[in-house]
């Protein structure tokens, strides 16, 4: 197949992209429009993606700061004292002696004090060198510089003894001169004494806080390349750029010593120095050259740096391999221990263990030097952190009040699991914690779960709530049904708890997606128990083919249809007013029977229609009925207020004005008879808009209501200024007021309170005549709830408050 000519690419490349139309595609068509024509953005995009997710892993980023921590402390050098204070632990665990091929011959005090001088002299040199070689000796090495002359005499005898032993004797060259900075000895022997001996140098570097030494293989010269002096002694040729760590595990005691003096006069035993090295070093404090010795804790003059740095050349080339090795190791072992408490589980405390104690000891024996430091700054921070969160989650999936574990273990288990999952919701669980002085839900749990485990054995169960979750070890889902069953008979004869007997009830939600992960699985149980629940059923199975997101996305489109055809309504629950023994007002509720479904609450649709911003119709639609309600109810006689809940989101429509006075207008209605209800939120305040529209809305006529009183973040400041003349007391107290004192006593001060800032006070809820009996002896003002009415449709209103019931209740 033939190429296409670059001038073809390249005009297809700038000729300019073509334009599309939403029509012109549809289905996969335009999916695959779609993909051809963004496909570059999203090949850039994608990898961004799978980082940012990658990212919100707590996990993953601890990993990150761990290995972020560890580079800086590697690249930085900042932790060289604590390995260098690790490597002399290792050297002085493991104390060994030389090899004996090197005799120190020392320029003590007890030499100058003998000499009657400050320091020797060349001639004293030429003394030394004739008897040490006369003894026999190999090599020997001066650990001194030689830069500058001695006299006349003393240089005579001194170059006809290096003449004598010509290469024999190394001279020691140091820093000075006018060269370079770093390792480079500038100050080397005189030419003269050059032509006759070797040179190598003296210098030595100094690790921070002088907690360790290195020597250099060579240094730079003006005389070019030298060795160092330990590298003289093995015989080793390197690079000068290259350092190593003398191996200071041999003990500087084990080295046979000479002193000057001695020597310099013949008076020792030629055998000690035959056929050694002898390397010649200043001794006397005079000389200032005094130094820790690594790993030893004992002080000893330089030259013994280069002693022991000889004795390990001659053992072989020290490898010098840095921080990155355990660092990339032990990143490894913390990149692996993502999962709940695996950071120190026994595999990877020994990896550990092993790379950042055991490794860099063995291998020491070896001549071979690690760095650990960086690598356990990235375990310390690692370690510390991933414990820290797993105490954290394992604290977030257990169930403080029973000791069992949370359902939140299971939201965030990736497992897979083929047995069935069963949520048991307790209907009544709420009110039964609260009805006991003591503490007592552990005991209760405990119940519970026993008589779970009477017949399927052995199961881990997690609670939240009123809810116990567990995955069934019964695998039929007709034998798990009427073991369901069997239990809701065992439950329904009661649960002694504290000495007393409680009666229980629930309902049980089932999942038997075996494919999806329990993260998943759990939400799906859980919600099929709300459906039992609602639905009063002991047992709903969750459909894997009706799964609630798809059916709510369905129900968004069919809501504008079913309030055109009537499927959406409303209903009316009256307001009894408690001093006259009158209905006075309704709250009007709407309501959705759907077709198919039946009635659907209204606390989904609700949410999904604030959710896609289609609240404005469904509030347009019943306010509008509620005023057209109140207004027939005057023409039949009857002046009844209209309550009207209203969202927060519309609350910051400034259209909402406008459209219930276009509303009130059609119908003829005053405004001072409609009441609009909304919950508190800690959100208002005297500067927001939400502020604002509410005194829009009171100044032009309309009553505010706040509704759900209690339940959220209201103060009284904020009952002090909101423009509201109504407070309805939430249900929720209303109906455990009979059976807890707090909540009696909740209800009783938001009345005084309400009364003390002259609101009207309505209570919620009101299902028994001691509830009302009660509310009445506390001067509330109206009430609502079950006992009174449940909602109803208009016409089933209008013959409660016509009938002889309306006026008789009580």
Known sequence: MSEAPLRDVNEHNRSPLPEFKAEDFRGDDACSAFCWHRSGAWIMIEPFRRIHAFWKNPRARIVFWAAFTGLAVGISGIGLPAEDYLRNWRWMSRTEPSSGTIVMVEQDQQTLTNLGANDVTHGNDADIIDHLFAGGAKRIFFDRSFSAPGSKDDDAKFIAALKANQGKVVLGATVGGSGPLGNYAGRVPLEAYREHAGVASLLVRHRPLNMNVQIPFSSGSPVGKIPSIAAAIAGVDADPDKLFFPDFAIATGSFRTLSYYDVMRGNFDPAIVRGKD??????????????????????????????????????????????????????????????????????????????????????????????????????????????????????????????????????????????????????????IIGSFAEHVEAQLAKEIVRRIRISDENVLIYHEGGMFVWLSSIRSSFDLFENLEGLHRIVQNGIQVGGIDVDLSFNCGVDSEFGRALSGRVASAMQAAEEAVRNDELVYQHEAGKHEAQWEISLLTSLDRAIDNGEVWVAYQPK????????????????????????????????????????????????????????????????????????????????????????????????????????????????????????????????????DFGTGNATIDYLRYLPASEVKIDKTFVSLMEGRKDDLLLVQSIIEMAHSLDRVVVAEGVETAKVLEMLTGMGCDLVQGYYVSRPVPFRDFLDFVSGRRARLIG
Request: hydrophobic residues 45%; charged residues 20%; aromatic residues 6%.
């Open 278 to 431: 002898i390397l010649v070093v200043p001794s006397a404090l005079i000389f200032n050259d005094i130094h820790s010795i690594p790993g030893q804790n004992i002080n000893a003059p330089g030259g013994y740096f280069h002693a022991i740095g000889a004795e390990t050349l001659k053992r072989g080339m020290p490898k010098e391999y840095g921080w990155l090795p355990a660092f990339i190791l032990v990143l490894v072992l913390i990149v692996t221990a993502f999962g709940r408490g695996r950071v120190l589980d026994v595999y990877r405390f020994s990896g550990l263990a092993a790379v950042l104690g055991a490794a860099p000891f063995v291998l020491d024996y070896a001549g071979i030097q690690i760095e650990v430091i960086p690598a356990f700054s990235v375990a310390l921070v690692a370690v510390i952190r991933m414990r820290n969160l797993d105490r954290v989650e394992e604290a977030g999936e257990t169930n403080t009040g029973s000791g069992l574990p949370s359902v939140q273990a299971l939201r965030n288990s990736a497992d897979v699991s083929t047995r069935i999952l069963v949520a048991l919701k307790i209907r009544n669980y709420g009110a």
């Open 576 to 707: 009894l007013e408690l001093k006259s023994n009158r209905i006075c007002g309704a709250e009007a509720l709407v309501r959705w029977t759907h077709p198919e479904r039946g009635p659907i609450g209204p606390d989904k649709f609700i949410r999904i229609a604030e959710e896609f911003h289609r609240i404005e119709r469904i509030t347009r639609f019943v306010i509008n009925d509620a005023v057209r309600v109140a207004v027939e109810l005057e023409r039949s006689g009857y002046e009844l207020t209209m309550s009207v809940n209203i969202s927060a989101q519309l609350l910051r429509n400034p259209g909402l004005p406008g459209m219930i006075s276009e509303i009130l207008a059609l119908h003829g209605l005053s405004p001072n008879r409609l009441i609009l209800e909304i919950t508190e939120t800690d959100r208002l305040d005297r500067s927001s808009r939400t502020f604002q529209m509410l005194q829009r809305l009171v100044q032009s006529g309309l009553r505010l209501s706040i509704d």
